[in-house]
Each structure stands twice: as structure tokens, then as C-alpha cells.
């Protein structure tokens, strides 16, 4: 059972992000923070997702509760996203940009080689557009976009270097055993894919 709590009930974003921050420092045998707010449980579970910290997550009549589980201690430095602001998200706000999705290393109803030769052209072209999408995710046969033999890796590189998220769907990666071979982007899992998804002004598929 954790015994340290982060009582964050009352308080908006940034103010439970800042306080998990902290606690990861001091508290590196695991704590609980408890929030009364879907916004801010979001944006933290958000955080230790990018940060790759292992946690629970539940909701008790209103109370949400993130157990974050201890392993080391944390340094701000070698957190990946340390902006606790950045991720309060405005819900009043209308949605801005849009995600790309790939279920499929395909595109279109179409014989297989003119299948291909339409993905290679849509990836190619993808890093031309402006602005550049918010994020790609990866899921299904999509997954073989992004390994070592992929015909359109150069152009998902060109996106990654300029800043691009690209989410990678982990449990496809085992179930075609090719974990190993990814080349671009950062294996993830389905409520960041989802997360992703439902973020964006609207989701392109190729």
C-alpha cells in the first residue's frame, strides 16, 4: 500500500502536475495523489505516460486516485516533459489540428502494388503540409510503417525531426513480433493512441 498522499482535491491545473513533480523527488518509494478534477487526473496520467512512470489509476465517487509507483528517484532534468503548464489543457477551447492515423502499411481498395505505391506517396508527401499534423499513431498491419524496412521512413523522419509525435501501438509490435525493428517514433499504448485521437480537431486516414 502507498503511504505518501498528494491531496490535490481543490486545485486546478498546473497546481496537481507541479505537486507530482515534487512528490516524485521526495517520494521515490511511490505515493498516491488524489485529485476531484478529470482534467487534472488526465493531464497527470498524460505526464508519467510520457515519462514512462508506472501507475494505477482509479475513481472512487469523484475522487480520482493515481498510485505512482516507486522505482527511483526523479530528476526534473531527466523527465522528457518537465513543463507542468504545457499540459493543462483548455476545454473550453475548440480542438486545433488534426492526427494522422495508419491501421493499415496500405492505402486504399485497390490491387496491392498500386496499395503500396499510394502509401509511399502519401508519407512522402505528408511532411510537405502545413501545418504538420498534431501526431501519428500507428496500430494494426499500420505498425510495419515504422520499422527498419520501411519504404516510407525517410519522409516519417523528416516529421519526427520536426517535432511530430508518433505513437506506436506496443501490443501489435509483440504480435508480429517485430519490437526490435522499430526505426521512428516511440512505442506507446492504446489510451495514448486513443488519448491522441480524441484530442485532435480531426484524424486523417490514409
Known sequence: MTSAIVDARGMACPKPLIMTKKALKESPEGFAVLMDNATS???V???LDDNDIGYESTD???TYRVDVKGGRKADESELSHPDAAAYCEDTESPKQGFAVSFPS???GD???ELQRILIEAFCSTLPDIRPYPESIVFYASGVHLVLDDSPVLAGLKRLEDEGVKMLIC???LDY???TDRVSVGRISNMYDILSSLAGA???VTP
Open 41 to 43: 487526473r488526465d493531464n
Open 105 to 107: 502499411d496500405r492505402m
Open 170 to 172: 506496443g501490443k501489435c
Open 201 to 203: 480537431g480531426h484524424v
Open 45 to 47: 496520467r498524460r505526464f
Open 110 to 112: 485497390a490491387p496491392e
Open 176 to 178: 508480429y513480433r517485430v
Open 60 to 62: 472512487d465517487g469523484g
